[in-house]
């Protein structure tokens, strides 16, 4: 093929994996809305998950000049949850950040120890308060990078499907806004949290929090 033919075949194959996203994510939000979306909870270890993300996104990252790191500390305990959803949760995350991290720039995937509210808000008595406060041990995983970074005024609205930070980076990149709303209905659906914080001096940092399994549902 000439060199033209070989420009118009590569930029057939963008748009058809660019609307294989949409077109996926659409039947997954679809999914999490009607609470039709398959979850199958076993007891897994996070460190090789987090692993098979950074595998599988590096070449991705040597492709646009972006150092990708990270890992799991050790002897992390174990999580109750569905491993195909877990491993969608931390990839559409360091995806994003991927995008949004200019050449040179660096992304971390980690894992650790952490902990977090029993009684979440929802579950108090309508008071305001939990009058006896219980932590849970949890696992916190982090995809941070140093990318354009989020204002505050966005990071209340990035869960939102179709929204897209404002940006002419955002225009470069493509994407169809879903990724991070799944990412906090996974989540959710998972029992944790999800926030995003600033890093300084520049970029994000998306962090997960998931309860680590106790005991086995009957």
């Not at 609307?19 to 939000?29: C, N, R």
């Not at 909870?41 to 990270?70: M, W």
Request: include cysteine; aromatic fraction near 4%; charge should be neutral.
């Amino acid at each position: 093929m000439s060199a033209e033919q070989k420009d118009f075949v590569r930029t057939i194959h963008e748009k058809g994996q660019q609307l294989l996203e949409l077109i996926t994510g659409l039947l997954d939000l679809s999914k999490l809305e009607s609470g039709t979306l398959s979850v199958r909870k076993v007891e897994l270890s996070v460190e090789q998950i987090v692993s098979d993300v950074i595998q599988t996104v590096s070449p991705t990252a040597r492709k646009v000049g972006v150092n990708l790191s990270g890992g799991a500390a050790e002897g992390l305990p174990k999580l109750w949850a569905d491993p195909t959803r877990l491993r969608q949760i931390i990839l559409n995350l360091t995806d994003n950040a991927l995008k949004f991290t200019p050449k040179g720039g660096s992304v971390t995937v980690t894992a650790g120890a952490g902990s977090m509210d029993a009684n979440p808000p929802e579950d108090d008595d309508g008071g305001g308060f939990v009058l006896f406060k219980t932590e849970q041990p949890a696992i916190e995983i982090r995809v941070t990078d140093t990318g354009i970074g989020i204002t505050d005024a966005e990071k209340a609205k990035v869960f939102d499907p179709f929204y897209q930070v404002d940006s002419g980076s955002t225009r470069q990149v493509g994407g169809t806004g879903l990724g991070l709303s799944i990412v906090k209905r996974l989540v959710e659906g998972h029992g944790g949290r999800v926030r995003v914080e600033d890093n300084q001096p520049r970029g994000t940092s998306f962090v997960v929090t998931l309860p680590c399994a106790r005991t086995r549902p009957s």
